[in-house]
């Protein structure tokens, strides 16, 4: 297992048209997390999966913002017509529930820049 | 929020030991304090945790003071691949959430 992976890396889209990521975790981790992070600032907490269930959304999550988890395995986080705000690198994480001890291991990012 | 303070920036000689500091006052008796640190261009990846004893890993050595208010990352000799952002994590033992704030940039000089 080679470990996080997200696509696309780079994400270039005209504000108001939708977007989709991918992220594949490593492939035992039963977590899986959404971050976004802006220049300058640390990873800001999205969501959050324990298998296919989403157990908690941040504030910041908008109804324009959608992530899924089908079957327990990769996930998708969709932005709906998006603006120029939404600018940021999405980072996916995984991990193995294991408490306070939890590790999360990061893929590199999808890097989107709404023009 | 779990609150954590730390320095915005730091410089360290390349070879030399580099002690980044962070402040938890509100840390509660069972909250694990991790730290990670994000290299440029990537995710932030898992360094050391620990709750009340000293740790040491292949990576880093992390101090906890006694009264866990607060505590220290020591790399023991830093070099050029160590600069990076750093961030201090608490992680609540009731919480399902890890809150990053703007970390410690950590700048190697040769």
């Known amino acids: 297992d080679t470990g996080v992976s997200q696509n696309p890396r780079h994400k270039i889209t005209k504000r108001g048209q939708n977007v989709t990521f991918r992220c594949d975790p490593i492939?035992?981790?039963?977590?899986l997390y959404w971050y976004r992070q802006t220049l300058g600032q640390g990873p800001e907490f999205l969501t959050y999966?324990?298998?296919?269930?989403?157990?908690?959304k941040s504030r910041l999550l908008s109804d324009r913002f959608s992530a899924e988890r089908p079957k327990g395995s990769f996930s998708t986080l969709e932005i709906q017509r998006t603006e120029q705000g939404d600018s940021a690198m999405y980072l996916c994480?995984?991990?193995?529930?294991?408490?306070?001890?939890?590790?999360?291991?990061f893929g590199s990012g999808t890097q989107l820049s709404v023009l | 929020d779990a609150k954590t303070t730390q320095p915005n920036s730091m410089e360290s000689n390349e070879e030399e030991p580099v002690h980044l500091p962070c402040n938890h006052s509100?840390?509660?008796?069972?909250?694990?304090i991790h730290w990670y640190r994000q290299l440029p261009s990537q995710g932030p990846e898992y360094v050391i945790h620990?709750?009340?004893s000293n740790v040491n890993n292949r990576m880093a050595s992390l101090a906890i003071a006694e009264d866990r208010k607060s505590s220290t990352l020591i790399l023991h000799r830093a070099t050029l691949r160590d600069a990076a952002v750093y961030y201090c994590?608490?992680?609540?033992?009731?919480?399902?959430?890890?809150?990053f704030g703007t970390g410690t940039s950590l700048t190697v000089i040769p």
């Open positions: 999966f324990q298998n296919e269930a989403q157990l908690e």
């Open positions: 994590i608490l992680r609540v033992n009731t919480g399902n959430q890890f809150y």
């Open positions: 994480a995984s991990s193995l529930d294991l408490g306070a001890v939890e590790k999360l291991f």
């Open positions: 492939s035992e981790h039963n977590r």
């Open positions: 620990g709750l009340t």
């Open positions: 509100t840390i509660s008796g069972t909250d694990y």
